[in-house]
């Protein structure tokens, strides 16, 4: 079964600083990765996804990730936060169930995010 | 995009409860998940072509359907106060797109 580590449950950082959100996966297969963000009160926004390609992939609101199958990683990172980005970050993983044809995601615990002006 | 309702819920031990979601237009797959305080979201189960398509590890108290005009419902029976969380319905296109999620439902046990 698959599953997802965030190791660090809060961070802190200033704003303008530079942001990396870690995240470690278990899946015997190539994953779909995804990072998704969470407001108070809100539901999950996308924030990007890797299917397959290129191990860099760009997002929305100026994050991206990196795929590193050797490290099992799909690490989160923004090169100057802003007060807007204080939130609750998940790291999710995709798996197809083959015989259903379903597709599930398993989910780390989350990172909060706090932003200091 | 993905709208549920209620916002909030207060049910007491022992009753049924009915969670509402109106899928993106034309998704066809909607997939419901659990997400109790302090943790990430859990697959409770996935809905395509108003079939379940699948299954966490949720009991069958948990059950749902899915309707042909872009509604879905999530009924949980005989409710159990560790069944207070936010649940959150998400549509996507096919059944391996990016899944899209609601605001959730915010469900208190007493």
């Known amino acids: 079964a698959q599953s997802v580590t965030q190791p660090d449950i809060h961070i802190t950082v200033s704003e303008g600083a530079s942001l990396e959100l870690r995240c470690n996966y278990s899946?015997?297969?190539?994953?779909?990765l995804f990072w998704y963000v969470q407001s108070p009160g809100q539901g999950l926004q996308l924030l990007l996804k890797?299917?397959?390609?290129?191990?860099l992939v760009q997002g929305i609101k100026g994050f991206e990730a990196e795929f590193k199958r050797s490290q099992s990683s799909f690490n989160l990172r923004k090169p100057s936060v802003h007060w807007s980005d204080a939130a609750e970050y998940f790291c999710?993983?995709?798996?197809?169930?083959?015989?259903?044809?379903?597709?599930?995601?398993?989910f780390g615990k989350g990172t909060k995010l706090s932003v200091i002006p | 995009g993905v709208t549920q309702s209620p916002t909030h819920l207060i049910k007491t031990r022992g009753q049924q409860v009915t969670l509402r979601c109106s899928s993106q237009?034309?998704?066809?797959?909607v997939s419901w998940y659990q997400q109790a305080l302090g943790q990430g979201p859990q697959f409770i189960f996935q809905?395509?072509?108003?079939?379940?398509?699948g299954r966490g590890n949720f009991p069958p108290r948990f059950s749902g359907l899915q309707f042909p005009n872009d509604s879905s419902e999530l009924n949980v029976n005989a409710l159990e106060l560790d069944d207070s969380a936010l649940y959150l319905c998400?549509?996507?296109?096919?059944?391996?797109?990016?899944?899209?999620f609601g605001n959730g439902t915010r469900l208190t046990v007493t």
């Open positions: 237009s034309g998704h066809n797959t």
């Open positions: 890797y299917f397959s390609g290129d191990t």
């Open positions: 809905y395509y072509r108003e079939e379940e398509n």
């Open positions: 998400a549509s996507s296109l096919f059944r391996n797109s990016p899944l899209h």
């Open positions: 899946y015997g297969a190539t994953p779909y």
């Open positions: 999710a993983v995709g798996a197809v169930d083959s015989g259903a044809g379903s597709y599930q995601l398993t």
